[in-house]
DNA sequence: CATGAATGAGAGTTCATTCAT
DNA sequence: GATGAATGAACTCTCATTCAT
């Protein structure tokens, strides 16, 4: 596969993401893909094989970006409550991104590849590898006396699972930019010396 | 409509139910309920034209069961800790209940429908109201002491969201029953006035 | 399934069996037997699920029509070179049958199919019992001192084999009506007393 | 076209008759000899514009190296007798071999082409040639005093349909070795002298 | 000569929906 | 009310063939 063939392939991705933004994923067609990329019907059938295969890529795509995303906007003097909310406030972009989020559509993924052998769930590793990221930021941030918590591991998982309903609401039942402050506000508060 | 329709109807929501439990909300077609019933094609839409529409009346008696299983099982002589502890092992046997939750159907249906004017989007309304009931019962433990709570409104929400996030991750990453007892001790204890 | 079905299922296969007998077995397509009985896409597969499947029952129903025939056109007071010559003069009309027949298709098919355990193998049971019949004929005949034959068993078979090789090269070099007589003069002279 | 243009033909070709071999004719698409030679689509279109032109070259090839191999293997001192042991063993070997024959490809082809001007069917010049042959093999023989025959030319042609039943049988219905030396045998004993 | 990406026609199959009975 | 045959649109996937490089 050439030069020109990764350009392709990377179009693509690009294109399907806009649609399994617009779809979520199981009504998403291989149909919808090839009138999306404006190619022909047996053309994506050359780079992938599946719209399950191609989601699957996309949120390859999509975790690497975010990735660099978060880690190039962390300074270098950063303390760790300037961290966390950094962090928090990233979640908070993202909750309230609602016309250009995959999270529909990831859900949609799992419910039905929940089964998979767990070193291939990538949302179960991304889950745990945040609570342990954010468990470290409050160990460091009692350290530093910014902030007050006797069991970071359990205040971190408390964190992670609330924000998973916040961004399961977000998708259901709607949430507001107020409730979405108020929330993350609600968290942060607990973990601050001055919370008392 | 006839005794005996009322019957049929009633008896087709109870095994398209099980079609839902089973598929989720996206994949279900009228045929797969046409056959779970067995009856004929025509027949099915003589009560429903649509696979969304008999979900909605799925969820509706399901909503309707729940409440009556819930008020049932509060004693006259409960206390609000009593009431939230049921509660919260209520939520807890719901969350591991794998095999036969609607619980992905209802988040596909609603993923699908979010738009909703806010009226009929049950979910919200059932959100909103659970809220405001564990925020009653935590001012109501506060009270006569068995809580200590600054901010019972924003406490009552933290439960719910956390529930919610336990939720999704139950049908996407997979919980163990000791995750959800952790999760739920953890936020009875910070309620709690021996907390301190 | 009604009377009407059964009815539409006998069209189908009548109609079928002219596209078979037109295109052979192998390229012959779902869409083709459709066009040729002008019903709907979907429809044809409220009857029947793949063209191996329709093909089988369509040889199902020639075989059982043959064997009517046959049966039919023995006369009571036969004598066994009488039925003999009736067998082969069938077996000439059949030959030389070009724009009417299976034969093709039965051939594509069981290329394919060969594997079949043998007791789905129509084709080697079709085989078998004519050898069978014929060497029965050719006993008769020789106790009545019409024919004179060693070996009936074997010459059974080599009339077998001889109709099978006509029968192919039919299909494929092309026979003359000149030649079939021939061949089956030179069997039947084999047998007959005034040979010598 | 250069030597080594030939070279990759002749190449191409002989991949080509293992698809045939594994697939028959009417089943093999251009995709699947180009994907069998390791080939790009577009070069297979340089040598060959479809599939019946590529099994039309095999044939030749195979055809040519077949006689080569019987003209090979006929001594100077074999009297006729010998010739016609000789070539019926090289049919018995023919028939049973299962697993590389083009026999199902040929008959295939002759199903769709049978229409063919009679110059261009090979098959039957291949078929008239070895009547031919046999019978001035009987001829010999009968003068030879090792055969004893009344109608050469018949006989020949005799033998020649049996084995083209057998062949056809070998594909259908399946022959084991006994079968086949059974016929042969009986086709070889009605022409001895001692068969009296 | 050779490559392989690209196209688009076409086959198989499934279903929502209708309608005569 | 109830049936189930029928339709036709829609989707998946495969290939022959072309063409720019």
């Given at each position: ?79 760790a409550?300037?961290i966390l909310?950094?962090f ?41 590898s945040a609570v342990k990221i954010i468990e470290r930021l409050i160990e460091a941030g009692v350290e530093?006396?910014?902030f007050?918590c006797?069991?970071p591991a359990?205040c971190a ?40």
């Amino acid at each position: 596969m050439g030069e020109k063939s990764i350009q392709k392939r990377k179009f693509i991705l690009q294109t399907a993401r806009k649609v399994f933004v617009e779809k979520g994923f199981k009504k998403v067609t291989m149909k919808d893909i090839v009138e999306a990329c404006d190619i022909s019907r047996g053309g994506l059938y050359l780079y992938f094989e599946s719209t399950s295969q191609i989601f699957q890529e996309v949120m390859k795509m999509e975790t690497q970006e975010a990735d660099d995303l978060f880690s190039g906007s962390i300074k270098e003097d950063s303390t760790a409550a300037d961290i966390l909310l950094l962090f928090l406030r990233e979640q908070k972009k993202e909750l309230l991104r609602k016309q250009d989020t995959l999270t529909q559509a990831i859900y949609e993924f799992y419910f039905e590849n929940q089964q998979l052998p767990k070193k291939e769930n990538r949302l179960k590793k991304q889950f745990d590898s945040a609570v342990k990221i954010i468990e470290r930021l409050i160990e460091a941030g009692v350290e530093s006396g910014e902030f007050y918590c006797e069991d970071p591991a359990g205040c971190a998982r408390n964190i992670m699972f609330v924000l998973e309903g916040l961004k399961i609401c977000a998708q259901t039942i709607g949430v507001t930019p107020d409730m979405v402050d108020r929330e993350i506000l609600y968290l942060y508060k607990n973990l601050c010396v001055d919370d008392e």
